[in-house]
Structure formats: structure tokens, C-alpha cells
């Protein structure tokens, strides 16, 4: 098949969360499948890409609020994977991807209506008439949009269309002055299943009603947002729509993500040899400036925010940290709870490390060195740290949501630890049967190989991603 994969942010060469980890991994994969994928997304000022090649085209878009353009660059990563990136200074040129210091950026609806009308435009000017156009997030509603009403005379119309929500929280609502700037007829505002949320404009939402399938990055993700609970006002929508909704878990990087040949690590070890794990675990203490001893050691690598759980985790340490145990933190984000995790320092010096900031290299040895990681979080559509420990062999205790339901086995020939109720006494349970664990070695081997033994590589991911394309375009 020929695949439009449209993302407003590609890792390596962009990137806030999982959607540049998917957009960089998956058509990649689909790619090794033999489909041939073009990536279409924004050059910001942070792509310093040396490697980009012109391709002789440029776009031209006319919106009521003006005329806008620029060149269409390339970087051909395999024979049937490229990435095609939008020049455009006066959109992209900024030093955020969605905002700034002052928060975001006024003008993103015109951003992105660009993002989406422009990949559209360069798949035309390039002569690349997809079977799939694959829409991620909020950012790409409108292309959606545009290819049920703009294009039915173009061949862009046989193309059938696949959005992947990412993030539910994250919607895109913007006033419905925008309408007439963005030039969109206003029976999109007034009818039943058009892009009107609440008496605004909502990019995901328009993205969920014109597309052909709706898809999210885990199967429980997507039951549990068409509950009100987790479905962000737009559960309704969503069990209308239930038919059209798959989920499918995210895959991580094996290569990156490799105890046998990371190259971060003091000491590579496998599922037929776990003795470099023990040396990980000695060079972690060091590092992090922590006694060494055979306590046991809990990781977290996390983005500071509401969803992780943060504050659960600041309320349960202080008791689980009574007992003899161990806590490395490598995290960034709002501004209370680095405080919080300062001042938990500064109160078990001896017991907490917490690095403040983002250092890749610490997480991985995070990940290999420490007994169990923590993952206390409020939602979570997919996660990726879980993946990384089981494959680490670090036994994740997390809470039991989206793709962590997923991905990590409870019980007592599981992979790790689950705990339901979102209260301090159910992690601080779940850490207590952690210890258990700890005390009885050839139970916790075994659950240490059991999760490094799953396969959570991308191929998998991608095949799912495959038939489900095949099944839409059939239809």
C-alpha cells in the first residue's frame, strides 16, 4: 500500500511525547513490511537535519486570512521511507513546537490547518496518490475534514483515512471565529456530527467524525475512553462511533532499547544471563550517590505533569520510605512537584536521588539498575516506560490503566504489579508486595524473565496497523 502518515512532530527531528516516537518508529516498521510510506511534517527551527534535499516543489495555500507557502524538503531514511517537511518561517520558525513561555501559540489553528492542507497539497505536487492517509492527534483533524469535502474531484478522494488518537486530554478547541479564517463552510459548525464542541471549534473531533477508522495506542485506552470518566466530554461521540474504533498497543525502539547492547549501561546483560543487572545496580547507587547495600531500588523516569500521579507518589513515599529502600528519579515538568521531589530529597538524603531535568543516559541506567519501576499514573493511553523495564527486567508496579493494563501481567506468575484504586494506601500495597518479591529471589527472577521475554518491538505493532489499512481500504 501506499501510506500519508501526517504528524506534527517526528523523532528524532521533533519531539514533545509518544506521538514523535510513534511517528518515527511506525512508518519506519510499515516500511520494512514493504509498503511504501511518505511522512509529512513541519520543519520547525530545532530541525538542523543536514541532510535534507530540495524537491524541486513548493506549496501554495490560500486561506481568507491570506496566502501562505513554502518549499517541500525530503529526507529519504529507506528505499520506500521518506520524510517530507514543510518549510514555512512564519508558522514553524519558532522556538516551541506548540507554544512558548507565554503559553500556546495564538495562532495554531492556522498552523496546523496548514500542517493538514499542505501535506494533502505535497502528495499532489509530488504525484503520491495514497491508499491510506494516516492523521495523529489534533493537529491533522482538518485533513480529514478536507479530504471528504475538498478533494472528492481530485484522486486523493480513493484514499481512505485513519486517525490515531494519541492523547484524548489534548483536543485542539479554538473559537468559532475561526471558521470564516480558516474558510470552512459553517454547516460544519451546526450539524449534528460536524466539528462543534460546546460552542467551539474542536480539531479532534473533526478528525474522529470524517474519518474512515479511528484507532488508539492501547486496547483498554480505547474502552476506557468512551466512559465519561475518561472520556473527556467526548465519550458520547465515541460510543456512536464504537464500531469505527480499534486500539492498538504502541511499540518500542528494540534497538535503543536493548539490555544486550546498550551502550549506556556499566555492564550488558540478557534473559539467559541477568548477571550484569546486579553490576547496573551497584554503578546506579554510585552514581546517583546513594549508599550501596541490598536494598531495594524503585526507578522513576517521568514527565512532571497531573496525569503521571505525581502528587500520589509524593504522598505515599514518606511511609514507603520507613522501610529499607531506595528511590532514583529522573523527571522535569511543572514546577510544584520538582519542589516536591527537592524536598523529599533533601528529607531521605540518604534514600531519595532526584535528577531534575531530561538526561537520556541516566534513564537507560534508571531502567537496567533498578529493582521496580513506578508508574503511579491517573491515565495512561499507552506508556512506554513499562515496555522499557520489562525489557530491562525491572519489575514495574503501576497502576492499573490504558496500555499498562496492557502490557504488564499481574498476579503470581505475572511480569509485575498492578493496583486499581488511585489512594496512596493501594501504591503504597503495591510496593509492599514489591518487597515480598525482593525477599524470595528465584520468584523474582522468574517474573524478571517472563517480562523480558515479551516481544513489544514495532513489527508487531505495524502488522496490526497493516491489516487493520487493509481491512479500511476493502471497505
Given amino acids: 500500500m501506499k501510506i500519508l502518515f501526517i504528524a506534527s512532530e517526528v523523532a528524532p527531528f521533533s519531539k514533545t511525547g509518544g506521538l514523535g516516537d510513534v511517528a518515527g518508529a511506525l512508518p519506519a516498521a510499515l516500511a520494512a513490511l514493504g509498503h511504501e510510506v511518505k511522512v509529512v511534517t513541519p520543519r520547525y527551527a530545532q530541525v538542523k537535519e543536514p541532510h535534507l534535499s530540495p524537491t524541486g516543489h513548493s506549496l501554495h495555500l490560500r486561506f481568507p486570512f491570506g496566502e ?4 517541500i524538503l525530503s529526507l529519504r531514511l529507506s528505499e520506500r521511507h521518506e520524510v517530507l517537511f514543510l518549510e514555512n518561517t512564519h508558522f514553524f520558525g519558532r522556538g516551541g513546537i506548540y507554544k512558548d513561555a507565554f503559553g500556546d501559540y495564538g495562532d495554531n489553528h492556522r498552523r496546523f490547518a496548514y500542517l493538514s492542507m499542505g501535506a494533502l ?16 492527534d489534533w493537529q491533522t483533524g482538518l485533513a480529514a475534514v478536507a479530504l471528504r469535502r475538498g478533494f472528492q474531484g481530485s484522486p486523493l478522494a480513493r484514499a481512505r483515512t485513519v486517525f490515531t488518537i494519541h492523547n484524548l486530554a489534548y483536543q485542539g478547541q479554538f473559537s468559532k471565529d475561526i471558521m470564516g479564517e480558516l474558510g470552512l463552510p459553517w454547516e460544519l459548525f451546526t ?3 460536524g466539528v462543534e464542541f460546546y460552542d467551539t471549534v474542536n480539531f479532534l473531533k473533526a478528525g474522529i467524525t470524517f474519518s474512515d477508522a479511528v484507532t488508539t495506542v492501547s486496547p483498554t485506552y480505547a474502552r476506557e475512553i468512551q466512559t465519561p470518566e475518561q472520556g473527556c466530554d467526548l465519550d458520547g461521540l465515541l460510543r456512536r462511533h464504537h464500531g469505527r474504533l480499534t486500539g492498538i498497543l504502541n511499540g518500542i525502539d528494540t534497538r535503543e532499547w ?6 549506556a549501561l556499566p555492564a550488558r546483560y540478557g534473559v539467559g544471563d541477568l ?5 547496573c545496580k551497584r554503578e546506579l547507587l554510585k552514581r546517583a550517590g546513594l549508599p550501596a547495600g541490598d536494598a531495594p531500588v524503585f526507578g522513576v523516569v517521568t514527565r512532571l505533569a497531573w496525569q503521571k500521579g505525581v502528587d ?3 504522598e505515599a513515599m514518606p511511609t514507603a520510605l520507613q522501610a529499607d529502600i531506595r528511590l532514583v528519579v529522573v ?18 538524603p540518604k534514600q531519595v536521588a532526584a535528577y531534575i531535568g531530561f538526561d537520556r543516559e541516566l534513564s537507560h541506567q534508571v531502567e537496567a539498575g533498578a529493582d521496580y519501576f513506578l508508574m503511579p499514573s491517573r491515565y495512561e493511553p499507552c506508556g512506554l516506560n513499562q515496555m522499557y523495564s520489562l525489557r530491562y527486567g525491572t519489575v514495574p508496579i503501576v497502576r492499573a490503566t490504558g496500555g499498562l493494563v496492557d502490557t504488564v501481567e499481574g498476579g503470581l506468575d505475572g511480569n509485575g504489579i498492578l493496583f486499581e484504586a488511585f489512594h496512596p494506601a493501594a501504591l503504597l500495597a503495591a510496593m509492599r508486595r514489591g518487597l515480598a518479591l525482593y525477599a524470595d529471589p528465584p520468584r523474582l527472577e522468574a517474573f524478571r524473565r517472563r517480562g523480558m521475554e515479551r516481544d513489544f518491538s514495532w513489527a508487531t505493532s505495524a502488522r496490526r496497523y ?9 471497505e
Fill in 331 to 348: 523527571a522535569s515538568g511543572e514546577g510544584h512537584y520538582e519542589e516536591g521531589l527537592k524536598a523529599l530529597q533533601a528529607r531521605f
Fill in 191 to 193: 450539524s449534528h456530527d
Fill in 121 to 136: 497539497q505535497a502528495a499532489q505536487r509530488l504525484r503520491f496518490i495514497p491508499d491510506i492517509v494516516h492523521l495523529n
Fill in 312 to 314: 500520589l507518589l509524593l
Fill in 275 to 279: 548477571s550484569g543487572k546486579a553490576v
Fill in 258 to 263: 536493548d539490555p544486550m547492547a546498550d551502550l
Fill in 466 to 474: 497493516e491489516s487493520l489499512f487493509a481491512s479500511v481500504r476493502k
Fill in 68 to 71: 501562505e507557502g513554502g518549499p
